[in-house]
């Protein structure tokens, strides 16, 4: 089966660093992404890891580890609009048919 | 980036009725498409894959009958709900892959779909 755990909900303050983990468990690996969704919108594209190792952009970074089947998304110099939830999705096959499997979705709460 | 929309935006049914939502890749061909159901406070869940001019791949749990899939363009498919009844409510979103992109995946704006 396919299993891709985050925490429910998570609290940050205006200004610091949040780091968001996921684990997965799925029947094969051709990428991991992180999503960004504010409330009644559809999700919007953060970042990408396929292979180990950290991808930064901007004040966003995501990093991968294949074997433990574990990744984390941080976020620095938080700001109060990135209160949102923040899912984690695993693409099994890759390709064409490249359908994704999310995660159960973190919430973040930024507060002054 | 690349441009997914999906029409209505919102609908509001009764119950045994049918509703048919949109989905559009404006800026590009996508072979394939997904359909996501997202509930309340819950993440997106794959209901099924839309194969342009061959039939979609249903998950598992999800019935083919009642959600019918029809993707007859490369820059359109269509996602009808048949026999709607209120627990069908959710926001349905979709989305496509560029194939002559990377790996990203454009989502659509999301249906929030009421059945009454």
């Known amino acids: 089966g396919q299993n891709i755990d985050q925490p429910t909900e998570m609290t940050a303050t205006e200004g610091a660093i949040v780091q968001i983990n996921c684990t997965y468990q799925?029947?094969?690996?051709?990428?991991l992404f992180w999503y960004q969704q504010h409330a009644g919108e559809a999700p919007t594209f953060l970042s990408y890891?396929?292979?180990?190792g950290l991808e930064e952009k901007g004040r966003f970074s995501s990093f991968l580890s294949r074997s433990k089947g574990y990744s984390y998304l941080l976020l620095k110099e938080l700001q109060m609009k990135d209160s949102a939830s923040y899912l984690c999705a695993v693409s099994p096959h890759g390709g064409a048919t490249n359908k994704l499997i999310f995660g159960t979705g973190t919430l973040l709460a930024v507060q002054p | 980036g690349a441009v997914v929309s999906q029409h209505p935006s919102r609908v509001i049914c009764k119950s045994g009725t049918s509703v048919k939502i949109e989905c559009r890749s404006l800026d590009f061909q996508a072979t394939t498409m997904f359909w996501y159901r997202q509930f309340p406070k819950q993440s997106l869940m794959l209901m099924a894959t839309?194969?342009?001019?061959?039939?979609?791949?249903?998950e598992q749990g999800v019935e083919k009958d009642k959600f019918l899939i029809n993707h007859a363009s490369l820059t359109l498919s269509t996602l009808t709900v048949t026999s709607a009844h209120p627990e069908d409510s959710s926001f349905y979103i979709c989305s496509a892959s560029d194939p002559t992109g990377a790996y990203e995946q454009y989502f659509g704006p999301g249906t929030r779909l009421t059945v009454t």
């Open positions: 799925t029947s094969g690996f051709n990428g």
């Open positions: 839309s194969n342009e001019g061959s039939k979609a791949t249903y």
């Open positions: 890891n396929v292979l180990d």
